[in-house]
């Protein structure tokens, strides 16, 4: 079954750490740019960041840069989100989303069933 | 970055009814060089991830209703849904993927009148 399973979410206080995990199966992971979308409670979807098949690129939101880094082991079939300093701006469900098409497109035809993130004291 | 906007916030029609829901991008999302508007739509029903609709603007997504149709151009772009059914209730939103960063829509919330 193609499908994609976050985890790793969880209560952190301001200022702390999180790494999120994304597990890939049914799909040549290394195929495809994959992409971290957040949806803040009752909110709407906000693009996080982006990174290649092969992993040597990567892209962020203005508001994670320099806060969070986007990696992948395809031998794993894994992505990680690691974020740091949070705030509870960070406070969202984050998706783990695939691309459409092999190379790079920009739309997602797989997400997964997200994981909250809550940044609270 | 390129801002999306899309109207109404919200929108009530009844079953069978058509339902257009309008998304405006604050610069052309067309590639000249391909002539493809790099536009998508997506559907959210409560608890659950977004699922694909629609992309270039109006390729249907595998798998996705008829009633489901997508057109515009440029800047101007709107999703149709023909004759609305009960499982239609949801958020939409509209994507660009033109440039980085990808860009959404505030969404819609589409429901039964």
């Known amino acids: 079954e193609v499908q994609l399973l976050e985890s790793g979410g969880g209560l952190v206080q301001p200022g702390g750490s999180l790494r999120l995990s994304c597990a890939a199966s049914?799909?040549?992971?290394?195929?495809?740019?994959m992409s971290w979308v957040r949806q803040a409670p009752g909110k709407g979807l906000e693009w996080v960041s982006a990174?290649?098949?092969?992993?040597?690129?990567?892209y962020y939101a203005d508001s994670v840069k320099g806060r969070f880094t986007f990696s992948r082991d395809n031998s794993k079939d894994t992505l990680f989100l690691q974020m740091n300093s949070l705030s509870a701006d960070d406070t969202a469900v984050y998706y783990c989303?695939?691309?459409?098409?092999?190379?790079?497109?920009?739309?997602?035809?797989?997400w997964g069933q997200g994981t909250l993130v809550t940044v609270s004291s | 970055d390129i801002v999306m906007t899309q109207s109404p916030d919200s929108l009530a029609v009844s079953l069978g009814e058509r339902a257009t829901i309008n998304c405006k991008s604050s610069?052309?999302?067309?590639?000249?060089?391909?002539?493809?508007?790099?536009l998508t739509w997506y559907q959210q029903k409560p608890g659950q991830p977004p699922k694909l609709l629609i992309y270039w603007a109006s390729t249907r997504e595998s798998g996705v209703p008829d009633r489901f149709s997508g057109s515009g151009s440029g800047t101007d772009f709107t999703l149709t849904i023909s004759s609305l059914q009960a499982e239609d209730v949801a958020v939409y939103y509209c994507?660009?993927?033109?440039?980085?960063?990808?860009?959404f829509g505030q969404g819609t919330k589409l429901e039964i009148k």
């Open positions: 610069q052309s999302v067309l590639y000249s060089s391909n002539n493809l508007n790099y």
């Open positions: 989303a695939k691309d459409a098409a092999a190379g790079a497109t920009g739309y997602f035809d797989l």
């Open positions: 990174i290649s098949g092969s992993g040597d690129t990567t």
């Open positions: 049914g799909f040549t992971l290394s195929s495809y740019a």
């Open positions: 994507q660009q993927y033109y440039n980085l960063p990808y860009t």
